[in-house]
């Protein structure tokens, strides 16, 4: 990988320098070997011991780490405290919740994409105030306890689709609304957002305020907002586009 700090080597991610990193990831990569990787678990998903051990507990800040990650508890998110940027897919379907349950990611400005799903307890984004660019989708859904997405007033760019309280695509998604909405998310409000790849926001019984004053433009799919009975107006979501 040139011009990259890191290299693959057999069993461990390393600098390119050549001396280990001292870390534990939950990634479908993280157990790497000599030009296959492996997963101790199902890929992407992980269990108690972590599967994809290549060291002990990241705690180097400003780490770049390649990889997908899904998260099935808060504590799991431990293991990637400090980490700068992860060049890949990160997933959160937290059983638990908690003011702190993201506080482990409060280094974090990038990822590959970002999906918040089936995180029952899971009252705020807390912790991603850093985030500034989600290179992929950005899907928040199935958190009927998210009330807000305040923590995300620092992000300026989302490649990829943002989706807020709608699934994915399905053959009676015109008629029907989504059934996997966030029904509680009073406010969804992103200051700094700039460009998108498209909007979808369904399906939110909750929803009476959306708000994204920066946003300069849609380079992919357009907008869709509907199915959001509390939302009255779009005229000042939108005022830049």
């Not at 069993?11 to 157990?31: M, N, Q």
């Not at 638990?96 to 984004?125: I, K, N, Y």
């Not at 989504?178 to 399906?203: F, K, M, Y």
């Amino acid at each position: 990988m040139t011009g990259s700090p890191w290299r693959r080597g057999c069993g461990a991610l390393r600098r390119r320098t050549g001396a280990p990193v001292a870390l534990t990831l939950l990634l479908s990569i993280a157990a790497i070997g000599c030009g296959a990787a492996r997963t101790r678990e199902a890929p992407g998903q992980c269990a108690s011991p972590p599967c994809g051990s290549v060291g002990g507990m990241l705690e180097e800040p400003g780490l770049d780490l390649v990889g997908d990650m899904t998260a099935l508890k808060a504590s799991d998110l431990a293991l990637l405290r400090g980490a700068r940027a992860l060049r890949g897919r990160l997933t959160l379907r937290l059983a638990d919740g908690g003011p702190e349950a993201l506080v482990a990611l409060h280094r974090l400005e990038e990822v590959g994409a970002l999906t918040v799903e089936a995180c029952p307890e899971l009252e705020s984004l807390a912790g991603l105030e850093r985030l500034r660019l989600v290179h992929g989708d950005l899907t928040v859904v199935a958190s009927p306890r998210l009330t807000s997405l305040d923590a995300l007033a620092s992000l300026e760019r989302v490649e990829g689709t943002l989706r807020l309280g709608a699934p994915d695509e399905r053959e009676d998604a015109a008629t029907a609304p989504p059934v996997d909405a966030l029904g509680s998310l009073a406010r969804a409000a992103l200051p700094n957002l700039r460009t998108v790849g498209g909007i979808v926001v369904e399906g939110n019984d909750a929803l009476a305020h959306l708000s994204l004053p920066a946003l300069e433009g849609v380079e992919q799919t357009g907008v869709r907002v509907r199915f959001n009975p509390r939302l009255e107006t779009l005229s000042d979501a939108f005022p830049r586009l």
